[in-house]
Structure formats: C-alpha cells, structure tokens
C-alpha cells in the first residue's frame, strides 16, 4: 500500500470518527442496530465510540422467545454510562428514582407501574415512589372489555402524557404503548401476510354475521359462514371474546389512507381443516349398507336431513323414514334434534349427495328415492354466507327477486341495494339498477326455511365496516389535554 493510499485511509476514519455522536443524555431516546446476543445481553451499535447494551431478558417476549435478531434497529432510552458503553432500556422500571419521572416525560420514555387501585375515571398507578393516573379509556385498546377489577395489582408499560406540579400531577395512557406496537406489528403483517397463510389470532368482537380477530395489529374478520362446517352456525357457538384462534387468511385489501378506506381483511377458521367431502372417499365408515348415527337438522316436506358429521348430511326421503303405512309428513316420524341411527343407501361424492333411510332398508339393497326436480334443488340449499351470481327475475317496490345458481329464489330487499327515495322513484330506480334477467352477484344474507334474503358485497362490506368504528379519536396528538380540562381539576 503506498503512503497516499495510508493518508487517504487516515483521512476517511477520521471523518468517520467525526460523524460519530460523542455524546447521550440520560433518558435520551436513542436508535441503534442489533450487532451481538450474548447469553445475558444484548449488545447494539449506537454510531458512538462505545456499543449500548441492554439486558437480554428485555427483549423476550411472553414465551421465551427473543423478539430480535442481529441487524434488527430497535429504539431504546439512555439509562446512564458504565464502564461496559451506554446502559440502555426499552422502559424505566418502576424502581427508577422520581427525578427520573420528569426526564421520562421529557424523553417520551415509557415507565414501568403498577396499578394499586380503581378511583373516579380510572385507575391510581405507582411509578417508583410517585402516585399517578390513568383513565379508564386509557388503560387497554379499544374495544376491549374488561372489568376494572382485572387490573389491580398488574404491572404494566405506560406513555406519561401529562407531568405537573412537580410529580404531583402525572397522567399515563398505556393504550397509547398498545396502539404504537399495533401499529409496528400491522407495518410488519403488511409486508409479509399472505393469503393462505394460518396465523394466529384473538377474537376481539362477536356480530350477528360473524367474528373480528385480532392478528397482532391488524383486526379481520371471519364471516359465520366460514367458522364451520355445519349449517346454521351462529357465531356466539363457536367462539367467545378473547378466545385465542387459528384463521386462514382469505382476502387481503389493505385500504387507503389517501380516501379514507379501511383495510378490511378476510379469514376463515373452517378452511384450515380439509373438507369433510374431500376426505370421505377413503373413509369406509361411508360406504354403501354402513350405519351410523345422526341428528335431524330441518324437515321438508319429502324428507328429512340428517347431519352424520359437521358438514355432511344425507336425506332419508319420505318414502324411507322406516315407519309402517304411509307418512303425510316427516315430521310424524322424527323432529329436528332427535338422534337416529341410519343405514346409507346411497353415496355420491361428486355431487355430494348420500341417500339414507332411518333404521334397515325395507329390502335388501334398497337404492335411495329418486328426487323430483324441485327436491333436488331443496336438497342443494344454500348456505348463509355464500357469495353466488344470480338473475334478476322480477322487480317489485319493495325489493328484486333473484334466481340463484340451484333453481331458488331469494329476496334482496330494497334496504340492501343502497337506493334511495320512494314511490314510482324507487321502483324506477330498481329497474334501471337491475334490469330483467340481469346478473347480479349477491351473497347470502338469512335462510329461513324456504325463505333465503339476500344482500349485495358492497353492502356486507359497509356494515362490517360500521361493526368496526370506534370512538375516543386521539388526533395523532401529542398529549390527551390537561388534567383540569379532563377531569375537572383533580388533584392526584
């Protein structure tokens, strides 16, 4: 190497030398990258002379796990200097002095407390040696329902949003650390989720058309139609509020700040098993002369159904309800909820059809009842939930009649298209919106008996949207106002 290239090589570490910061502040918030994990510590390059260095057991997460990796950049908060580099801490313990308080408030450095007790408006915490408060709305994420009293005794990560009267006067908000994090991990879903992933989930709100999970920052939702199986879930059988699930991700929209859109994910819990159909050809259990048990589910007026297993059911016929002389309806043999042991007379997978008949066959090999046009197409029923593309069959005031794929007919009422007005008006409207023998792409509202409602996705789309607005808007401000504006000048 010659002496210029030396002197060049010198000139540029010390200008490398000069871009480093020489100096952190106690309770400064710094950002760093991950540059080694030790048993005990995790060690980051902060671009000073000297590497930070936190403690490993910091950085897990509630299994154990490390939540980094080395390259990763983590934001982090100067604790002080130690002969070992800059001492660091994603939070200030509650065993931090009260000098401390005011530095964490200015650095916007979450504090470690521990809720002690319930008052008016919300909850005292003890941050070190000090007293302070956090509003009811402000002590977990929106929506969620908890009763005051699981709280006490917690220690949790808290946003000093207010500091006054010398410590005397401290407000917290954990649900701003809550939301920061969600926000992080909804950055991190969006640029890896991936429809068809299984992800993990907790169940934050139960409606009459399904459940919202949580994700891990990101909320989606799992209509009624995909949580099973069976016909005629409701969404309050198969899941409860804080359940922890597992959901396959169907749809992905990720919105759009700019116009106000929200992203509107869509999961199914029921997918992530195979179909029971698509497993039925190998399962002798099915095969033709077999028996098994069932449960009645619904009644026509040519049969029965019977449900053999969560989303498979076969029809004993009229004509096969294994009762002697002749039946007017099936209802004078079984009722919906009874229990009865079936021989299956008949399997078609393809079509997914079996054919049973309650008790023995009357003879030997006995072949299931052939249908008429019209039972085969109540036999194919819909289900809630489904999305189908139909033909406009007739228009009436109060809303469209629309043949679906199967032959039967459902009702999208007036109040699901979105038009507005009355009189001659609407129904002018009607037809210019859905012309005779039109397509139209609907989805499954209600099925009650013979009656199916119908709603459009567009429509589906907005009322699960209004499921999710919340209140308490924060405005992306930089404090909640002040204690005296909030609370009406109480003093803590």
């Not at 210029?4 to 502040?25: M, P, Q, V």
């Not at 997978?349 to 249908?371: D, H, Q, S, T, Y």
Request: some cysteine.
């Amino acid at each position: 190497m010659t002496q210029d290239s030396n002197n060049d090589f010198g000139k540029l570490f010390e200008a490398g030398l000069n871009k480093l910061t020489t100096t952190i502040r106690t309770g400064q918030r710094v950002r760093g990258v991950v540059s080694m994990i030790g048993k005990s510590t995790v060690f980051v390059d902060l671009g000073t002379r000297t590497d930070g260095f936190l403690d490993r057991k910091d950085m897990l997460d509630k299994n154990g796990e490390l939540t980094v990796k080395v390259g990763d950049s983590i934001d982090a908060f100067c604790m002080g200097w130690t002969d070992e580099g800059v001492k660091l801490a994603l939070r200030m313990s509650g065993d931090a002095v009260d000098s401390s308080i005011e530095d964490a408030y200015n650095a916007g450095m979450p504090v470690e407390g521990k809720v002690t007790a319930e008052r008016k408006g919300g909850f005292t915490v003890q941050v070190a040696n000090s007293e302070a408060f956090c509003p009811f709305s402000q002590m977990d994420a929106r929506g969620v329902k908890k009763e005051p009293a699981e709280y006490i005794g917690a220690r949790f990560s808290f946003a000093i949003t207010e500091y006054g009267e010398e410590g005397r006067n401290i407000v917290l908000s954990r649900r701003r650390l809550l939301e920061k994090d969600a926000a992080k991990k909804r950055d991190e879903l969006k640029e890896h989720l991936a429809i068809g992933d299984v992800v993990d989930g907790v169940v934050t709100k139960i409606m009459p058309f399904g459940a919202f999970v949580d994700i891990g920052g990101v909320e989606g939702m799992v209509h009624v139609s995909e949580m099973g199986w069976n016909r005629g879930l409701k969404p309050e059988e198969v899941v409860s509020e804080g359940q922890a699930v597992q959901v396959k991700v169907l749809d992905i929209d990720w919105g759009d700040p700019a116009s106000d859109k929200r992203e509107r994910l869509a999961f199914s819990i029921k997918q992530i098993e195979q179909h029971p159909w698509e497993r039925l050809a190998e399962n002798e259990a099915y095969a033709v002369g077999s028996k098994r048990q069932g449960k009645v589910t619904r009644l026509a007026d040519f049969g029965a159904f019977i449900e053999l297993e969560p989303g498979i059911e076969g029809l004993a016929h009229i004509s096969q309800l294994g009762a002697e002389g002749h039946v007017n309806h099936p209802s004078e043999v079984v009722k919906e909820g009874d229990m009865v042991e079936v021989t299956l007379l008949d399997v078609d997978i393809e079509r997914r059809r079996i054919g049973l008949c309650i008790g023995e066959p009357n003879v030997k090999g006995e072949k299931a009842a052939e249908l008429t046009h019209e039972e085969a197409a109540a036999v194919e029923m819909v289900n809630a939930g489904e999305r189908l593309d139909g033909e406009v069959e007739s228009v009436k005031p109060f809303g469209i009649f629309i043949k679906l794929p199967n032959g039967q007919t459902g009702l999208l009422h007036i109040s699901q298209t979105g038009l507005a007005g009355g009189g001659n008006m609407q129904v002018r409207a009607l037809y210019k919106a859905y012309p005779l023998h039109s397509k139209v792409q609907v989805i499954i509202r209600e099925v009650t008996g013979n009656r199916i409602s119908l709603t459009l996705p567009e429509t589906m789309e907005q009322e699960q949207a209004r499921a999710t607005v919340t209140d308490l808007k924060d405005g992306q401000g930089a404090t909640f106002g002040s204690l005296g504006d909030v609370f009406g000048g109480l003093k803590l």
